[in-house]
């Protein structure tokens, strides 16, 4: 199971951070990701952490703005967000396993119910 947190509304250039906590599987071991789903769009991946190393991916485009973290302690996997833009307003996936940079949830192996995130003035 994988419940997300930590969604709101901000203004533009704000930041927040949203919570994924992980149970019923094998979290150290699975490469955990964030997808996102705009209104109207094709979902979209965030980034990924790699479970066997910590190394991180993404978009070019979202790397500055966004990081992937995980606390392996607390099974928890996090995204921090900074100057978000109005394009960021999503609902927000976390995913388990799947291929590297997919934007297709049924891809993954599990994926939670999202955490909306809106930015807006």
């Known amino acids: 199971q994988l419940v997300e947190s930590g969604g709101g509304m901000v203004q533009p250039g704000g930041s927040l951070r949203l919570s994924c906590v992980a149970s019923g599987f094998p979290f150290s071991t699975y490469d955990m990701s964030w997808v996102r789903q705009a209104p109207g769009k094709a979902s979209e991946w965030v980034a990924t952490?790699?479970?066997?190393?910590?190394?991180?991916y993404g978009p070019w485009f979202l790397k500055p703005r966004f990081t992937i973290s995980r606390d392996y302690a607390k099974n928890t996997l996090y995204l921090q967000m900074s100057d978000l833009k109005p394009e960021d307003t999503a609902l927000y996936y976390c995913?388990?396993?799947?291929?590297?940079?997919?934007?297709?949830?049924?891809?993954?192996?599990?994926w939670g119910q999202g955490t909306q995130v809106t930015v807006s003035s």
């Open positions: 952490h790699k479970a066997s190393d910590g190394t991180t």
């Open positions: 995913a388990a396993g799947g291929p590297r940079g997919s934007s297709r949830l049924d891809e993954y192996e599990y």
